[in-house]
T-cell receptor, first 115, second 110 residues
Framework: DARVTQTPRHKVTEMGQEVTMRCQPILGHNTVFWYRQTMMQGLELLAYFRNRAPLDDSGMPKDRFSAEMPDATLATLKIQPSEPRDSAVYFC?????????????FGPGTRLTVL | GQNIDQPTEMTATEGAIVQINCTYQTSGFNGLFWYQQHAGEAPTFLSYNVLDGLEEKGRFSSFLSRSKGYSYLLLKELQMKDSASYLCAVRDGSNYQLIWGAGTKLIIKP
C-alpha cells in the first residue's frame, strides 16, 4: 500500500528555532508539492518540484523558508527562524505528471506549533 | 484573477442527498478535482472531471459545466462518516498545479 510519509507528525518549538520537515513521496512519483493549511487561509501551495527540480516556490516566504529534494525519495521543508505565525499543518503531496487523472496523494501532515 | 468559490458550511440529514457547489474563474482549465478531508486528516482524492457531464462513483457523483465554470459534488444516502470538508480544486493549464477552494464543511445530523 503505497503512501506518502511525513516526519515529524507533530512539532512544538519556540520562536527563533529551526524546523525541518521531511517527506518521502510515493515511489515512482515525479512531482512533489508542499502545502500549508490553516483555518484562515485554507490550503496554500508553498513549493512544487518535478523530477527533483524546483518549478515554483512563489508561495513560500523566501527569507525564512527553503525547500529541497536531495534525492528522489526525500523532500525537505525548512523554516529558519520560525515564528508563531508559521503555526499550521504542513502537507506534502506527490503525484505522477502525465498520468490520468494525475491526482495528488497527500501525506498525513506535520502539525507545527511555534510558541 | 484565479478564484474558486464554495459554500463554507452545509448541514444535511443522515440518509438524505446533498449537493455541494463549486464555481471557478481561472485563466486556464485542465480538469477539476474533488477531495474529502476529515478533521485532523489529510485530503483524499474523490473525483475528477475534465469533460462536461456527470461522473458517478458509488454514492458520490460529480458534475462539470466548463462553459459555466461550475461543478457540483452530489452525495447520496448520506452516512455519519461523510461528515468532513470537501475541497474543490482546478488544474490551471498544463503546469500540474492545483488552485484550491477553501472547502465546504459538511455536517451530517442523525
Amino acid at each position: 500500500d503505497a503512501r506518502v510519509t511525513q516526519t515529524p507528525r507533530h512539532k512544538v518549538t519556540e520562536m527563533g528555532q529551526e524546523v525541518t520537515m521531511r517527506c518521502q513521496p510515493i515511489l515512482g512519483h515525479n512531482t512533489v508539492f508542499w502545502y500549508r493549511q490553516t483555518m484562515m487561509q485554507g490550503l496554500e501551495l508553498l513549493a512544487y518540484f518535478r523530477n527533483r527540480a524546483p518549478l515554483d516556490d512563489s508561495g513560500m516566504p523566501k527569507d525564512r523558508f527553503s525547500a529541497e529534494m536531495p534525492d528522489a525519495t526525500l523532500a525537505t521543508l525548512k523554516i529558519q527562524p520560525s515564528e508563531p505565525r508559521d503555526s499550521a499543518v504542513y502537507f506534502c503531496a506527490s503525484g505522477f505528471y502525465g498520468a490520468y487523472p494525475g491526482e495528488q496523494f497527500f501525506g498525513p501532515g506535520t502539525r507545527l506549533t511555534v510558541l | 484573477g484565479q478564484n474558486i468559490d464554495q459554500p463554507t458550511e452545509m448541514t444535511a440529514t443522515e440518509g438524505a442527498i446533498v449537493q455541494i457547489n463549486c464555481t471557478y474563474q481561472t485563466s486556464g482549465f485542465n480538469g477539476l478535482f474533488w477531495y474529502q478531508q476529515h478533521a485532523g486528516e489529510a485530503p483524499t482524492f474523490l473525483s475528477y472531471n475534465v469533460l462536461d457531464g456527470l461522473e458517478e462513483k458509488g454514492r458520490f457523483s460529480s458534475f462539470l459545466s466548463r462553459s459555466k465554470g461550475y461543478s457540483y459534488l452530489l452525495l447520496k444516502e448520506l452516512q455519519m462518516k461523510d461528515s468532513a470538508s470537501y475541497l474543490c480544486a482546478v488544474r490551471d493549464g498544463s503546469n500540474y498545479q492545483l488552485i484550491w477552494g477553501a472547502g465546504t464543511k459538511l455536517i451530517i445530523k442523525p
